[in-house]
């Protein structure tokens, strides 16, 4: 072990309700993903039954902690009893306690900055513009398609629309049981299309998403390599809270990546 860093939280107390399927040690350990300070459960002590209120919502604001555990619950009544500690040093990356209040230290960089659509020129692979009609549709049948998402765990819609030499491709996010297997909007649409007329160009991608935050969710690691795979085109990211999207190309996703150039 190495230097504590002084923070031990006095037991605290947690009315919560019992879950069918809960494992308290697991259910209990939380990143605090605000200010990158990670808390163990050092103790858990449950005596049962107590009584118990229905303020879940208000524990959960109120601990920072255990909130996954909290909901959710509809069985039996419990009385839990945690105390938390700061795991020390060694077990996390310097780095975090260097800056434990900066959110800089994981935050995105934006490769470009947002902007309006309509005030926008957006060219496809072969240097030609995508007209502005083509563009919002893009991006309307992108959100629309949100809904079509089969996102029963995450509850993260996922929508794309995919703008190809050969027409329009909707993708949804695709979700499974076993996590792992779940497929991306992104990659969903480019194997509709690949599906329905082979190997043909793709001329750009409009990405939509349910994220509740200010940023502009962007395409996870698989999505980009399976991307850049069919070329340096345009992706254009939609955010819930902004008219503005964000424009950005596949290689810019993907610099240094491995391509068919690599082959
Ligand atoms: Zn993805």
Known sequence: MGREHGFQRPAESFAITK????????????????????FLV????????????????????????SAKLLKAQNAADYHLEVELKEPSDQQLPRE???????????????VNEPVILEEAEVRDQQ?????????????SKAKQNLEKAYCTYSK?????SLLTTKGQFDGVNVENASYGLTICAERSAMCSAISQH???????????????????????GACRQFLVEFGDFPVILTNNKDEKVKIIKTKELLPDCFCPDDM
Do not use: Y
């Not at 050092?42 to 229905?54: D, F, G, L, M, W």
């Not at 975090?96 to 934006?110: D, E, I």
């Not at 240097?127 to 991006?139: F, K, P, W």
């Open 127 to 139: 240097g030609e513009v995508i007209s502005m009609a083509v563009l919002q549709d893009m991006v």
């Open 198 to 220: 082979g190997k043909h160009e793709f001329r750009a991608i409009a990405i939509a998403t349910t994220s509740p935050h200010d940023t502009w969710a962007a395409p996870c």
């Open 19 to 38: 879950a069918k399927r809960v494992h308290l040690p697991d259910r209990l350990f939380e990143r605090r993903i605000n200010n990158f300070r990670l």
């Open 96 to 110: 975090v306690f260097s800056k434990p209040n900066s959110v800089n230290a994981f935050s995105k960089r934006m």
């Open 42 to 65: 050092s103790k858990i002590s449950i005596s049962n039954p107590a009584p118990v209120e229905r303020g879940v919502s208000e524990v959960d604001k109120a601990s920072k902690s």
């Open 156 to 160: 993260f819609h996922v929508g794309a």
